[in-house]
């Protein structure tokens, strides 16, 4: 089982930038894809960006260009550099560790980030 715990959501302004934090535990050799999703109010979770365990990485074009998703192996922690904030991005983040792409994998708590205008 994996442990999965986020850290810098907060509210900033559009245009300013955060950037999230997941710390993995327990059984992270099982990881092979790490990713961010976040869910907005009234609306279903929806993927962000994934990272591979060879550094390869992909985005929704809604963030593409704006977000950068890395890894530091050595810390066993999951990041995600959000620039250019929209009102639109306002939702939970969540963290996300999988085995295999096809399975739901471990799931953070999330952290809150809100966008104002």
């Known amino acids: 089982q994996v442990q999965l715990v986020e850290s810098g959501g907060g509210l900033v302004q559009a245009g300013g930038s955060l950037r999230l934090s997941c710390a993995a535990s327990g059984s992270i050799f099982s990881i092979n894809y790490m990713g961010w999703y976040r869910q907005a109010p009234g609306k279903q979770r929806e993927w962000v960006a994934r990272?591979?365990?060879?550094?390869?990485?992909t985005y929704a074009d809604s963030v593409k260009g704006r977000f950068t998703i890395s890894k530091d192996n050595t810390k066993n922690t999951l990041y995600l550099q959000m620039n250019s904030l929209k009102p639109e991005d306002t939702a939970v983040y969540y963290c996300?560790?999988?085995?295999?792409?096809?399975?739901?994998?471990?799931w953070g708590q999330g952290t809150q980030v809100t966008v104002s205008p």
């Open positions: 990272i591979t365990n060879a550094g390869a990485t």
């Open positions: 996300n560790a999988r085995p295999i792409i096809i399975s739901n994998g471990s």
